[in-house]
């Protein structure tokens, strides 16, 4: 069964600190990841994509991370900031199936000054 | 216009009446997609337009969901005879081309149900 599950549920950090939010996925065949910020009552904006070949991608603050192999992605934050508080999103698309991508429920992050 | 806009942004309707929900993506955008996301949970797709046409429409929880695109623009997602548990924010996506998993997918701001 095709499954995006994210971890932690819910993260509150203090402002200027790190923080790592994990993605298992069991989706097959594999196509491609996506992060994705949802900021309250706004619709996701993608951070980042990533294929199977790709190990890590950045976007400015945000470095995205793939382990194919485990079926694992982390999306790690720096120097977090105050608009950083969000939900973000983990999904996996299929390389088969019109209805072929499978979202996470996500990772509710607070940043607290 | 810039994004992805949706109509109403929210609507509150009573218990079977019913409700259409509008989205008027990125000028250019072939693919349409809507989705409902409930409480606290992820997002739950509904379906998906490849121009005016809707190769997938299996996440349609049931007949009183349907969905139209007229001229590769605007599309409307309409909830006939209302139930509480159709509350939900309900958002729609486009893209440029492709299907679902190739292209980035633009999401509207999303429009807030809720059935009294």
């Known amino acids: 069964k095709n499954q995006v599950e994210q971890s932690p549920q819910s993260l509150i950090i203090l402002e200027g600190k790190n923080c790592t939010l994990q993605?298992?996925?069991?989706?097959?065949?594999?196509?491609?990841l996506r992060w994705y910020k949802q900021d309250t009552g706004r619709g996701p904006v993608s951070l980042t994509i990533m294929t199977f070949s790709e190990n890590t991608k950045s976007n400015g603050r945000y470095t995205a991370t793939l382990d194919a192999d485990t079926k694992q992605s982390s999306l790690h934050i720096t120097a977090s900031q105050l608009s950083d508080s969000a939900s973000y999103i983990c999904v996996v698309s299929s390389q088969t199936g019109a209805n072929n991508l499978f979202f996470g429920t996500g990772t509710r992050l607070t940043v607290i000054p | 216009g810039a994004g992805v806009s949706q109509s109403p942004s929210n609507k509150v309707t009573e218990k079977g009446k019913d409700v259409e929900l509008r989205c008027d993506p990125i000028?250019?955008?072939?693919?349409l997609y809507w989705y409902r996301q409930r409480l606290g949970q992820g997002l739950e797709f509904l379906i998906y337009f490849q121009g005016n046409s809707a190769p997938d429409k299996s996440g349609l929880p049931s007949d009183r969901f349907s969905a139209e695109r007229t001229g590769e623009s605007v599309s409307t997602l309409t909830i006939q005879r209302t139930q509480q548990e159709d509350s939900a924010v309900y958002l729609c996506?486009?893209?440029?081309?492709?299907?679902?998993?190739?292209?980035?997918?633009?999401f509207g701001p999303g429009t807030r149900l809720t059935v009294l």
């Open positions: 000028s250019g955008h072939t693919a």
């Open positions: 996506a486009s893209s440029l081309a492709g299907g679902p998993g190739t292209d980035t997918q633009y």
């Open positions: 993605c298992n996925y069991t989706v097959s065949p594999f196509s491609n």
